[in-house]
């Protein structure tokens, strides 16, 4: 029994990063912060059309659906797990992207919808020396009351090190696994402040994200709810695309002071409701097409709606971590001449999976397609290559662009 398609981010890091796309009406999983929700089909968002076929030898699914629960349902049947048995059929198929989720888990993607997740409230990123930083510390949550502050160094978490590892890795290890993960589980953290390490103990809880945070920059780097200069920009950071995310970009553009540019940070984005980010590229563009899609080689293709700001000067910052949803986001601001891109190349997810419930109430996520971006680029496996490729200073580099193109800062 098929669900509706998604896209998913590898499997080790959707545990803790959480990466996902969820296309029109046909595509409902997504990704907040630390978890993946299920989207319920009232998004509002231009709805998917037909397209004219895509030349793609990536249309195909590399496992059949049904073939996963076939091999479930016999293991049901014979008294042993049909999790185990669906995961061994995934993991021979060669499918990079598929993956089987136990119920617990998949309940951690539904409660997500509105942004919510099981977490220590830390967003983690690469610092200057190759190290895994704190970049923020959620307001209330475990990691701020523990006095965990930005710039701090995670070096070890429940005494493994992390010093090199990938961020996205390092955001797993704080979520912890599926029987790890459930509020007031305790993980411990070797952070480090200057030449001071300590541990620190901290009980995880269940949590809100705040996907969209504004502030402004520029000679006036006042609040936001203050006067403005009109030299002065706004940067819109999206963390992530959780449910109202889209409107709130959408919001913060028409807010914006008249003639004042706007920096859209994507860094470390790891995608999330497609409904989302075709409503924040509707806040830039007027109409038009965002991307194309295939789901066993049927094409279909989201448009933005009509009446975006288009005249206001655009950078978009991205990096490594930039993926699915944010990926699709850049790859329409940059293809349709809106936005000048500036950072490293992005991580290359653009692959279509559809959840398939099995018989012990696990479900199955198998690719069954990709999507491109307007100009007809594949994502998956390339990312996207920004404008301006920088490897330090990304945010100062980008403000200068910004300042060129008359947006302030």
């Known amino acids: 029994m098929s669900g509706p398609v998604r896209c998913f981010g590898p499997r080790g890091v959707r545990r803790g990063a959480a990466l996902t796309l969820v296309f029109a009406s046909v595509l409902a999983t997504a990704a907040a912060t630390g978890s993946l929700p299920r989207d319920k089909a009232k998004s509002p968002v231009p709805a998917a059309r037909s397209v004219a076929p895509v030349t793609s030898a990536a249309s195909a699914a590399t496992v059949d659906g049904d073939e996963v629960a076939s091999a479930a349902a016999r293991a049901v049947a014979d008294g042993k797990s049909g999790t185990e048995a669906a995961e061994r059929v995934v993991s021979r198929s060669g499918d990079r992207w598929g993956a089987v989720y136990d119920e617990r888990q998949y309940e951690e993607f539904e409660q997500a919808l509105d942004g919510s997740y099981t977490g ?135 807010g914006a002071p008249a003639g004042a540019g706007v920096l859209l940070d994507l860094r470390g984005n790891s995608g999330g409701l497609v409904t989302e980010a075709v409503t924040a590229a509707s806040a830039f563009l007027d109409g038009g097409l965002v991307a194309t899609y295939d789901v066993r080689g049927e094409q279909r293709a989201l448009y933005a709606e009509p009446g975006g700001d288009t005249d206001r000067p655009l950078v978009v910052l991205v990096d490594g971590g930039t993926m699915s949803a944010a990926e699709l986001l850049t790859g329409a601001l940059q293809d349709r001449g809106r936005a000048v891109t500036v950072g490293a190349r992005t991580f290359g997810k653009g692959s279509v999976q559809m959840p398939s419930r099995l018989p012990d109430g696990a479900v199955a996520e198998l690719t069954v397609g990709h999507y491109r971006t307007p100009a007809g680029r594949g994502v998956d496996g390339r990312g996207i290559t920004p404008d301006l490729v920088v490897d330090s200073r990304a945010e100062q580099r980008a403000e200068t662009v910004l300042s060129g193109l008359g947006g302030g800062s």
């Open 120 to 254: 220590v409230g830390i967003a983690a990123k690469r610092s200057a020396d190759g190290l895994v930083e704190v970049a923020r510390v959620q307001p209330g949550g475990p990691a701020d009351l523990a006095g965990v502050e930005p710039g701090d160094l995670l070096r070890t978490i429940d005494g493994r090190r992390v010093d090199r590892r990938p961020v996205a890795e390092a955001v797993a290890l704080l979520r912890g696994d599926s029987t790890e993960a459930a509020a007031g589980s305790t993980v411990v953290l070797g952070v480090q402040r200057g030449s001071a390490l300590r541990e620190k103990t901290l009980s995880r809880a269940r949590l809100s994200t705040e996907a969209v945070t504004v502030r402004r920059i520029g000679p006036d780097r006042s609040a936001s709810s203050a006067p403005a200069t009109p030299s002065a920009a706004v940067l819109i950071d999206i963390d992530s695309f959780t449910r109202g995310s889209g409107t709130e970009v959408r919001d913060a553009v028409r």
